[in-house]
């Protein structure tokens, strides 16, 4: 049997229920490729699953990690698509265990896009499922057009601050929330204005927004309609009641909760956005896989920038 590192937790908790340990390496099956993992990103799905000790659609005690940057090892029967030696990034098998935080994950080909040339593993692997929300919330599911008013909530956060990337690469007016001290760094992704949410009601001080993005939860949606033109669409990403959506729905507001899915087509335009530069995720902290529990630690605070992400492989 060939084996593997990888991050394992034995029941459900903190941080310090996961660690490292030597399983079987898994093998491609027909239209699966095997995928090397050098980086892997760090998400607030990956510690939920970690508390829960499942995921909302798995049996027990899933392996963790979705965001995923490597090298192509093998590919199984009827897999054109990539060769070994190829460079890839993807957000695997999503909203279904992956196991990203490991040495190998399998999945098929079309989970993953070519890695962006110039862009490191490390920088490649926090795209995929933030860069992913984001865009099919914007652009699928908002539909967003040049010159709309686009809300961002934690716009300095892992998914909000390639939202505020994307919704500018789209010709929209941004707003973004965060903390004073993240203000510079929000304005600097292109934002048009940044509200201090701990010093002001955005609930008062927004209005005629097209598109809010509600990356909280809790009351951020309820407030977030007083924000909103009649007409325009709320995409939650947490959370999205009955209540919410009747009250949403006498203004003709589009209010859901939207859930991320693998994505080929627009990976491959992230990958050329992140190419060329004009896409980029910001690293908040890099641990090794051993130290994912640190990693999580970190990530729990709620006071990133950005993305966390593990290193795997040299």
């Known amino acids: 049997m060939t084996t593997m590192r990888a991050i394992v937790q034995d029941e459900p908790g903190g941080p310090e229920v996961l660690r490292l340990a030597e399983i079987e390496r898994p093998e491609p ?18 510690w939920k ?16 990690g979705f965001d995923v940057s490597g090298v192509v090892e093998a590919v199984g029967p009827g897999v054109t698509l990539y060769r070994p030696g190829d460079e890839v990034f993807g957000m695997p098998r999503f909203p279904h265990p992956a196991g990203a935080y490991a040495e190998y994950v399998t999945a098929p080909p079309r989970h993953f896009a070519r890695k962006p040339a110039g862009v490191d593993h490390v920088q ?35 998914v909000g601050h390639l939202a505020v990337q994307i919704a500018k690469l789209n010709g929209a007016y ?51 309609l007083r924000t909103l033109r009649d007409g325009g669409v709320l995409v939650s990403y ?20 939207t859930l991320v899915e693998p994505d080929y087509a627009a990976m491959k335009e992230i990958a050329a956005l992140a190419e060329a530069g004009r896409l980029r995720a910001e690293i908040d902290s890099v641990f090794p896989l051993e130290e ?15 993305k966390i992400a593990l290193t795997v492989a040299p």
């Open 292 to 306: 994912a529990a640190k990693a999580h630690e970190r990530g729990e605070t709620g006071r990133t920038t950005g």
């Open 238 to 257: 947490l959370s999205a009641d009955d209540d919410l959506v009747s009250a949403a729905a006498k203004r003709d507001i589009n209010a859901g909760w």
């Open 49 to 64: 699953t970690r508390q829960r000790g499942r995921s909302g659609y798995g049996s027990a005690l899933p392996r963790l």
């Open 124 to 158: 490649a692997a926090a795209l995929p499922l933030a860069a992913l929300t984001a865009w099919q919330g914007l652009l699928d599911t908002a539909e967003l057009r040049p010159g709309q008013r686009v809300l961002v909530h934690a716009a300095a956060g892992g």
């Open 174 to 224: 941004v707003i973004g929330t965060a903390r004073e001290a993240k203000h510079a760094f929000v304005r600097g992704l292109g934002a048009d204005e940044v509200i201090d949410y701990t010093e002001v009601d955005f609930a008062e001080a927004v209005r005629d927004v097209d598109v809010v993005l509600d990356t909280i939860g809790g009351d951020y949606g309820p407030r977030s």
């Open 29 to 46: 099956g027909p239209v699966e490729i095997l995928v090397r993992v050098h980086a892997a990103g760090v998400n607030p799905t990956d």
